[in-house]
């Protein structure tokens, strides 16, 4: 099973600022001309050498993650990025031409991308939207009506279906069974839990706010349960511990610390920093990731049980795990 992220970024699309992307350039004209290699094997060597946050780019479209390795698609929010999948899907579209799409929220960075998914407007396609908010059909016409864009979201072609997962209760899907659990945040946000019959399972967990142990045990240990031995945990990681709990406290967000002691209490496998603060630089990201795994070392040391002690890695537009 392949996990594929269209859209990593929170709140609003980013990308390189233009003197980060200069200092970086001028850092390999300057190193090229230091080490003068002779081939493309000796470049290639002198790439992989590099720190990742000088050839990688963390930031792009918001929120848009494709569960894959079936004949349907199933994509979790409708961020910007939703707009690259359906173009990928032109060229290679599924045997069953329908499109499930799992809404967290319905702010605009989780569905803004939802116009300009080119299967939409095919008739041949059925796109199911599912989510744990009531009115799902009518919160999406809100943002497709004609002084926002030129196609109402009733015009389009594609046949819809509209279905309410109930909070806390067991939806039984072809492929899966999923379930939810709300999550602190502005207007509300849900995480959702994905049990697959080979005993598989998957949280994506985006824009929820959480209590540390030492304020809140039974809520901290709530969210650890539902969380409890996923092979994945997608988790909304875009503050520093201090931001997430002081300055920026009710935003509704999290930080990589909270992930850390959520992913070893819950005995995760593997933990993706997801939802990226969209004003931070690449080196700023590829930092938090570094102190996330040093905390990771930090917190299971002082644990009396052994728990599992997760991978931990930063969710990359079009990168892709596999479990």
């Not at 960075?109 to 095919?122: A, C, K, N, R």
């Not at 959702?192 to 809140?216: C, H, M, Q, W």
């Not at 931001?243 to 070893?264: M, R, T």
């Amino acid at each position: 099973m392949r996990v594929k992220f269209w859209g990593a970024t929170g709140s609003i699309h980013s990308r390189f600022k233009n003197q980060e992307l200069r200092e970086i350039l001028f850092e390999a004209i300057k190193l090229g001309s230091e080490l003068r290699p002779k081939d493309n094997k000796e470049i290639e060597k002198i790439y992989d050498s590099l720190p990742i946050h000088k050839k990688t780019q963390f930031l792009g479209n918001t929120s848009c993650v494709e569960i894959q390795g079936f004949d349907e698609v199933f994509v979790f929010d409708a961020g910007s990025g939703i707009r690259n999948l359906g173009l990928s899907l032109l060229s290679n579209p599924p045997k069953d031409k329908i499109i499930n799409i799992f809404i967290s929220h319905f702010h605009w960075d989780h569905i803004i991308g939802l116009p300009f998914l080119s299967q939409l407007y095919m008739k041949d396609y059925k796109v199911i939207f599912y989510s744990s908010h009531p009115n799902i059909e009518e919160k999406l016409k809100d943002q497709q009506v004609y002084h926002h864009f030129p196609v109402s979201f009733e015009e389009t072609a594609s046949e819809k279906d509209f279905v309410y997962i109930e909070p806390g209760k067991e939806l039984s899907l072809k492929y899966f069974n999923i379930t939810s659990k709300a999550l602190r945040h502005p207007g509300g946000s849900y995480t959702y839990r994905l049990n697959f019959p080979n005993g598989k399972s998957i949280v994506y967990a985006t824009d929820g706010e959480y209590p540390t142990k030492e304020l809140s045990k039974d809520k901290f240990e709530e969210y650890a349960m539902f969380y409890k031995n996923a092979d994945l945990l997608i988790f909304d990681a875009q503050y520093s511990f201090k931001e997430a709990e002081i300055s920026k406290a009710d935003w509704g967000h999290s930080s990589p610390n909270i992930g850390v002691e959520l992913a070893i209490e819950a005995d995760i496998k593997n933990l993706v920093l997801f939802h990226h603060e969209p004003s931070s630089s690449n080196k700023e990201l590829e930092k938090k990731l570094i102190e996330a795994r040093r905390y990771r070392k930090i917190y299971n040391n002082n644990l009396k049980k052994k728990n599992t002690v997760p991978s931990i890695t930063l969710a990359i537009e079009e990168g892709v795990i596999i479990i």
